[in-house]
Each structure stands twice: as C-alpha cells, then as structure tokens.
C-alpha cells in the first residue's frame, strides 16, 4: 500500500461500487491523508521529533528488539503474517 496508496484504494473503492463522484471524492481524501501531505515530507525521511517514522514499508523491525517481539508474538500470534506483513512467524 506504501507505494500506490492511490492505486490501492482505488482498486478498493471500486470493489465496493462506489460510482465516479463517489470515487472522486474518496481518493481526494486519501491525496489530502497521505504520508507525505501528513508528514510534510518524503518518504524515508525521517523526523525524530515527528509522531510519523519514516513511512517506509518493514521500518518497524528496527524499532522492535527482542522483548518486544516476544510480548508482541504473545499477544498477536499470527497476526502480521495473517495481515500479509511477513511470510511466518520468524521474523
């Protein structure tokens, strides 16, 4: 999604059969909510002192040590890989 936000949604918003002033609006909004419309600058760059990271697709892993994978697995079990993040558990 990080890289076609437009096109993702789209693509979803025409499964849903939203009509062409429908869509209209809806991806105007998407444009307006966007990471870099949001963030105020490009992808990958980063901000410390922004609530936003870099919006780079898999950054999280570097914020995640060992003790919060565990807690998270714990918590989630499957849950990124059921949401297509990763292939399997062994991230």
Do not use: C
């Amino acid at each position: 999604m990080a890289k076609d936000e437009v096109g993702v949604f789209t693509k979803v918003f025409q499964k849903y059969g939203f009509n062409d002033e429908q869509l209209d609006r809806a991806m105007k909004i998407v444009e307006q909510l966007g990471f870099e419309k949001r963030a105020g600058r490009k992808r990958g760059e980063e901000d410390k002192k922004s609530h936003f990271r870099k919006g780079v697709s898999g950054d999280w892993k570097k914020h995640f040590n060992s003790e919060h994978k565990k807690l998270f697995k714990k918590m989630y079990p499957d849950a990124l890989v059921k949401l297509g993040y990763e292939e399997n558990n062994d991230w």
